[in-house]
Each structure stands twice: as structure tokens, then as C-alpha cells.
């Protein structure tokens, strides 16, 4: 069985950034030299300033959505995780509902 008490810390930090939009909360979770892609093969993001920059961009404090989560794997510090956000019909700009499937790699830090 995989630890995930740190990820899941983290993680539920994440989402309480997401749902404030306080770049302070945004920024404590990363590391100051943070690589924050937003999407498969683009730049990331550099940086804490960056990424709540982007992340304030959004808006989706504002909008409606759920997020699901399993942690897929673990070694050391690096954690894998699965999930998917999915935004209601009529929100995030499109008239139908919209579900993001990502697979992220996390990488904690003491």
C-alpha cells in the first residue's frame, strides 16, 4: 500500500488554493524554483510568480467544479497522481460540460 498522507496534504492544500485565488496560498506550494506545465509538451511555467500569475489568469476560484484524485504510485519523494476536474455545462467558457484528465508528477519536498 502506497503512503499518501503527504500528497494528500498537499493536494488538499491545492484545492484550497484553487477555490481562494490567494496568490500567498498559491505560492506556498511550490518551491521557489517550481517547473509548472500546464499542458503536454509546452514551456512550463518557471517560478512561483509565474505560476500564480497564471493560476490568478484563470479565474476558477469563480466557476464551478469537482476534483478527483488517486494516487497511482510513490518513490521517495516523487508521487504520481491521477485526476480529473470537470466543470459543469455553461461554465469555463463552453456551452457543454468539460472533464480534464491529467496525470501529474509531484515531486515533495521537505
Known amino acids: ?60 476560484s469563480r466557476l464551478p467544479w469537482t476534483f478527483d484524485y488517486q494516487v497511482v504510485a510513490r518513490e521517495g519523494d516523487l508521487c504520481v497522481v491521477q485526476a480529473v476536474t470537470c466543470y459543469p455545462k455553461g461554465t469555463a467558457g463552453a456551452p457543454g460540460a468539460e472533464e480534464f484528465h491529467n496525470l501529474w508528477l509531484v515531486t515533495l519536498s521537505g
Open 1 to 60: 500500500m502506497i503512503d499518501t498522507t503527504d500528497i494528500d496534504r498537499w493536494l488538499e492544500r491545492y484545492q484550497a488554493a484553487w477555490l481562494s485565488d490567494e496568490a500567498m496560498a498559491i505560492a506556498a506550494l511550490f518551491t521557489s524554483d517550481v517547473r509548472y506545465y500546464t499542458a503536454p509538451f509546452s514551456e512550463p511555467l518557471v517560478g512561483t510568480e509565474a505560476v500564480s500569475t497564471y493560476w490568478l489568469e484563470q479565474g476558477e
